[in-house]
């Protein structure tokens, strides 16, 4: 069954080397998968507010049949994907209410232009859908446990770790139509109509390079990973 590769443009502190998960021919939306939340970097853990604006462009124009390109059409479908250009806008509220504790809250606007083929009964129609909508929020409630150190006492490498708890709200819309009223599938609109519970977990740990003397200097980050999960509670 073949893919569509997304190349992935993301305007954030720290450069997306991991693209969007690959769609299958069904038509398909794509974030940048890297978590660049702040306190996952281990660069914000003081008391106070702050607003972070992200920018992504994922360009999803080349159909793949597992590691090779193929053209568009190549493997019969119902729906031959042409292209899915997603530019999202995610606007992100934070408050860190102590070393432990802390909210965040995600708005994502979804810029979306999409076009495939349909093949019915024995004629290609190309389809397209082009919108701008609000996604589905995202609100967190995250605890961190007090940083612990390791290594040699002049030298000490500080660790962190946290859990992450919230919702995943249905603010998004699923009724998206193009302009002759046919609507969009449902894994192309910006929402996705349920209520969702989230769990995750998160750790950082900066790791060591030699100095020009040869005695080692911790790097700002080595290591750092964040997994959610979701269970869906209505659809």
């Not at 209520?195 to 980050?221: K, V």
Request: aromatic share 6%; proline share 7%.
């Amino acid at each position: 069954m073949p893919v569509v590769k997304p190349a992935v443009t993301a305007v954030v502190l720290v450069l997306a080397l991991a693209a969007a998960p690959a769609s299958r021919a069904s038509c398909g939306a794509a974030f940048c998968t890297v978590n660049t939340n702040w306190d996952v970097q281990g660069v914000w853990v003081e008391p106070g507010a702050r607003f972070d604006l992200r920018y992504e462009y994922i360009d999803q124009d080349q159909p793949r049949a597992g590691s090779k390109k193929v053209a568009v059409g190549q493997i019969p479908q119902h729906h031959d994907e042409v292209r899915t250009l997603n530019r999202n806008w995610l606007a992100t509220f934070d408050h860190v209410v102590d070393a432990n504790w802390g909210v965040t809250v995600t708005a994502p606007v979804i810029d979306r232009d999409h076009t495939h083929i349909h093949n019915h009964r024995g004629q290609q129609l190309v389809e397209s859908w082009s919108f701008t909508a609000l996604g589905d929020v995202r609100a967190f409630g995250r605890y961190q446990v007090t940083p612990w150190m390791s290594g040699d006492q002049d030298s000490p490498v500080v660790s962190t770790a946290g859990v992450l708890f919230g919702l995943k709200l249905p603010t998004g819309k699923t009724t998206e139509t193009n302009a002759q009223g046919v609507p969009a599938e449902r894994s192309l609109q910006p929402g996705t109509g349920t209520l969702d519970a989230l769990i995750g977990a998160t750790s950082a740990r900066p790791c060591r390079s030699p100095t020009s003397r040869g005695s080692p200097r911790p790097w700002p980050i080595c290591r750092s990973t964040a997994t959610t999960t979701t269970s869906r509670a209505t659809s």
